[in-house]
């Protein structure tokens, strides 16, 4: 009788029958011995120590964690508990044995069988593939539950060994701790004594001690090569490659394998792009609510993305640490950025309140506006339909214009056009600082692959002559026409966002005369204001709309330029968008603040546009129109926009993917659920993909909000508080964002933030333009200035008010131009003034420019160049006082370039010294009786080492030599000693 076949184990019943987990406590059930870190299998057979302490143990300690999970439960208030038995035990973070950690994953739904054959056979080309180059896979044979509806998907675990990990950190030149010596600390002076008092001033807004332990102090770290395995800092080989370093090596040699024959058949981009794959991604450290035990997942979200840490320095050594140097860059710099929007934030409501205060007693010429004695007949704003109008009706916006336009934001202009600079200088000093602790000293950007897109469309090859491999290659010729072509759409998408200004413009004109001819004295007065912040809200909503149109618009632009790789289609995309934004948000301001009341002409020869008259400013100027142009759009689409999207729309992304899972839960019991929930990659699965644009988008949110406060700073001095407002709340979206509502991103290298730094260096170079204009042409500075030095009587600004005003005959009027109503005032008008510096028409000149016209332009543009190049003159002055890299960091990097070099000679001088004992044992041996030296023969001393003899048998008796504790070059004269076990001395000699 045939015995009944017996169904296969399931990983946990294997586990469990060879007593390998012990799942009652999720923790191992017994010790395996542990193998030399040369070994390939030593990382496999490591045992794990449920106790450790280290930052390395935690990682791995958290995987036997048994907790709710919170990626679901935050989300949703009364979301069941969707963790598996696994997901909390070793399966959370390691393979079915419980002991290789995985370090990515990759994911395939099958939709339609009948085209999955073809990308199936490609699969497992892949994947066989990726096992020769050494990684262990870790496949779901079985069909698996649905993850997302009804798509059935499945996963494929990938563990990188200790062998591919050490030969691709050695190939790829990784730099990783050594057993650096012990360093004397400096006596510090008088200085440095000050400095540590005044550092304990930042206590409150340091992180916990525990938190710090994290990442601090910083090792000596070299190049890693295997023959120097025993110089390394190797107190565990499970932990000593930190996990984001694994899952950058296991993601290389995605990178590169092949999966066909082809020239273009490889790497896991065109794998994905294929259909093959529809995720890859490592996993996450575990959970981060308060019961999941402690990993640094948890660690980030309760001292970095909580609101409530919003006063505390981020962990920017953790971020890096746990998502790479390139998102480790960006809110490094960002927070950088909002710190040194401090001063510029209280200098700025300083001067504000400076506005306030003396808005009261020293506006001469508001004080003339609001006086019925003074009062004037104003020209009519529009034809015909418009009325004579009385000046002490622009009373309010008069004295609101001096909030902005007084001495003091002259000076904070100066300053504001200082800062930038300063900012960019010690940003390139905080720069150098981060490259030299997270080791990017000698980073080097790596040979990058054609884009999967271009070579899907490209039939041209060119051989590479750094390969020496046939690539596809798109001609200069064939170029041609795809840049005039997207030169051409830009060009239109450009003049769109102007006719939308244009559209706006039209708006005011009429709004404003429909207004001014109310017979409500409060709507009528008032004309002017509402028009504004109507028109300033509808601008925001029109550049809301068409950022969302332009960033379609460039990407279909840039794909239609076929970029060769990733980093030139990130460029292309990056100028396209930056320049469709700026022209998108500041074309608005730049009416406002170089155009609008410039060429309207005079009465009874006005300029005409569409047989519309254009816009005047109001007698106390447009600086009023223009701030409050700025504030609405600064406001509303950095503060509310941007700010509910971040808070909003992850949460809506995560919700979809939940949202059938939940209605599964619903009435079932607790064991029921804990049945059929979820591993820790599939929770990671069902997140947010960072996509492939990744931080382009935070970038570009930043860099415009830095327009705003740089460029038309000396109109809004409020835009830095309003930037630094925005910005600590942007910190902990964006934490909580990457956290715990996205997949944990490829982990990127970089060594600073790109291309961003030089539009940001533009932006500072522009801003004291803009800055030097708004001031001589917007406000009313120079013309001031000039009349209290020339033509005042007393040097004061008594009578400014009828200096800055003209005469017109009304009689003069066109038949076209003259109102309906003139006896709107209630008396009959023979003149009427408007905002120029003209002649009166009983001179001989009627309404030619008088020579206080002269007087004034010559001023402003004096103003503008003396403003330039005394600023500019300043800032190079700044950046030349200002090193890139502070003395201090000179010498930390001199001293860890001799001592690592120390190191390492010492430690191939002892080899060398080992080898020469190695051989000259074995010649003894093998020597005659009569040659091979007496046993009452001295041995010639060796100072600072132990005979070869003595050592030899201690190695292989798996005694240490006396004192000897691994490579310690601070040992004896300068030489280290080398001990271990046996498996040592073979990978030693």
């Not at 990684?135 to 591919?164: C, M, N, Q």
């Not at 798109?474 to 450009?494: D, G, K, T």
């Not at 999207?645 to 979809?656: A, H, N």
């Not at 079932?668 to 069902?686: N, T, V």
């Amino acid at each position: 009788m045939a015995s009944p076949v017996r169904k296969p184990d399931t990983p946990i019943e294997m586990e469990e029958r060879v007593g390998l987990i012990n799942h009652t406590t999720g923790s191992p059930a017994r010790s395996i011995p542990s193998s030399s870190p040369s070994s390939t299998a030593g990382l496999d057979n490591l045992a794990r120590s449920p106790s450790a302490t280290s930052r390395m143990g935690s990682d791995e300690a958290g995987a036997y964690s048994d907790v709710t999970s919170q990626d679901v439960s935050d989300v949703f208030f009364s979301a069941p508990d969707l963790r598996t038995p696994e997901s909390s035990g070793p399966h959370g973070l390691y393979m079915s044995d419980g002991i290789r950690r995985i370090d990515y994953v990759l994911s395939y739904s099958i939709v339609d069988p009948n085209i999955e054959a073809e990308r199936q056979r490609l699969r497992n080309e892949f994947e066989k593939n990726l096992e020769e180059e050494g990684l262990e896979l870790e496949r779901d044979w079985v069909d698996p539950r649905p993850v997302l509806g009804s798509k059935k998907t499945y996963f494929v675990r990938i563990h990188a060994p200790w062998e591919v990990l050490t030969r691709h950190a050695e190939i790829t030149q990784v730099r990783m701790p050594i057993k650096s010596p012990a360093v004397p600390v400096p006596e510090q002076g008088v200085l440095q004594k000050v400095t540590a008092c005044l550092e304990k001033l930042l206590d409150p807004f340091r992180l916990p001690d525990h938190v710090e332990a994290r990442f601090k102090p910083k090792k000596f770290t070299c190049p890693f090569n295997r023959e120097r395995e025993t110089m390394f800092d190797i107190k565990e080989p499970a932990s000593f490659f930190r996990p984001h370093v694994r899952s950058r090596i296991a993601y290389s040699v995605l990178l590169r394998n092949k999966f066909g024959h082809g020239a273009t058949e490889f790497g896991i981009a065109k794998a994905l792009a294929l259909g093959m794959y529809d995720g890859a991604y490592p996993l996450h450290d575990g959970d981060y609510d308060e019961k999941a035990i402690d990993n640094d997942r948890k660690v980030l979200y309760e001292y970095w993305a909580r609101f409530s840490c919003f006063l505390r320095y981020q962990p920017v050594d953790l971020v890096r640490d746990y998502f790479g140097s390139k998102i480790g860059f960006y809110f490094a710099w960002l927070g950088f950025y909002t710190w040194m929007l401090f001063p510029a934030a209280i200098l700025g409501l300083v001067v504000f309140i400076y506005g306030i205060v003396t808005m009261w007693w020293e506006n001469q010429v508001s004080d003339e506006i609001c006086n019925d004695f003074f009062n004037e007949t104003m020209c009519p704003l529009c034809d015909k339909f418009c009325g004579y109008w009385s000046l002490g009706e622009s009373c309010q916006s008069a004295m609101a214009s001096h909030l902005f336009d007084n001495p003091a934001t002259v000076f904070f202009a100066i300053f504001m056009s200082l800062w930038s600079t300063m900012f960019l200088e010690l940003w390139k000093r905080r720069r150098h600082a981060l490259q030299y602790l997270w080791d990017l000293q000698t980073f080097r950007q790596e040979e990058e692959r054609p884009r999967p897109q271009f070579e899907a469309q490209v039939r041209h090859t060119k051989r590479n002559w750094i390969t020496q491999e046939d690539e596809p290659w798109l001609p200069f010729v064939y170029r041609i026409p795809r840049y005039m072509l997207s030169a051409v759409l830009v060009l239109f998408a450009i003049a769109l966002a102007v006719g939308a200004v244009f559209g706006v413009i039209m708006y005011r004109v009429s709004v404003q005369a429909s207004l001014a001819l109310s017979r409500n004295d409060l709507i009528a007065t008032n004309a002017n204001l509402v028009t504004t912040a109507t028109a300033a809200t509808i601008n925001l909503t029109i550049i809301l709309i068409l950022n969302m149109i332009y960033s379609h618009i460039a990407e279909f632009l840039t794909e239609l330029e076929q970029p060769r790789t990733e980093t030139e289609f990130d460029d292309s995309f990056t100028f396209k968008m930056f320049l469709l934004q700026f022209v998108n948000y500041y074309s608005a301001i730049f009416y406002i603040a170089f155009f609008k009341g410039r060429l309207i002409g005079r009465p009874g020869k006005y300029v005409y546009t569409l047989g519309y008259r254009q816009e005047e400013c109001s007698p106390s100027g447009c600086l009023v129109e223009l701030c409050m142009q700025l504030g609405i759009t600064m406001a509303g689409s950095q503060l509310i926009a941007n700010n509910l999207r971040e808070i909003f729309l992850p949460k809506i992304l995560v919700w979809l993917n939940f949202r059938w899972l939940i209605q599964a839960m619903a009435g079932k019991s607790e064991e029921e659920r804990k049945k059929s929930g979820l591993s820790r990659w599939e929770l990671d699965y069902l997140h947010v993909d960072i996509g492939p644009r990744g931080l382009f988008f935070e970038y570009l949110e930043m860099v415009i909000q830095f327009g705003f406060v740089s460029l038309f700073v000396a109109a809004f001095p409020l835009a830095p508080l309003l930037a630094l407002i925005n910005n600590i709340l942007e910190i902990r979206l964006d934490a909580q964002k990457f956290v715990a509502s996205l997949r944990r991103p490829m982990v990127g290298r970089a060594a600073d933030i790109g291309v961003w730094f030089y539009i940001l260096e533009a932006i500072s170079t522009i801003s004291v333009c803009t800055n030097a204009f708004v001031i001589a042409f917007t406000s009313e500075f120079i013309p001031r200035l000039v009349y209290t030095r020339v033509y005042s009587p007393d040097g004061s600004l008594n009578g400014y008010l009828n200096f800055s005003l003209s005469y017109f005959e009304v009689k003069d009027f066109a038949e076209e131009n003259t109102p309906n109503d003139p006896f709107h005032l209630g008396h009959n008008v023979t003149f009427c003034r408007y905002r120029d510096l003209r002649e009166p028409p009983w001179s001989e000149d009627p309404y030619e420019y008088s020579n206080a016209f002269w007087h004034v332009l010559a001023a402003r543009l004096a103003f503008v160049v003396v403003f330039q190049n005394i600023t500019f003159l300043l800032t190079r002055f700044l950046d030349l006082l200002i090193p890139d890299t502070s003395y201090d960091l000179q010498d930390a990097i001199k001293m860890e370039e001799q001592l690592v070099n120390r190191a390492i000679l010492d430690f191939e001088l002892q080899r060398t010294k080992q080898r020469q004992r190695h051989n000259r044992f074995r010649r003894q041996q093998t020597a005659p009786p009569d040659e091979q030296q007496s046993p009452t023969t001295p041995a010639t001393p060796d100072h600072g080492v132990d005979s070869w003899e003595a050592n030899l048998h201690k190695r292989v008796s798996g005694i240490s030599p006396s004192g000897s504790q691994g490579f310690s070059p601070a040992k004896g004269q300068g030489r280290g000693q080398v001990s271990g076990t046996s498996s040592d001395y073979e990978s030693t000699v």
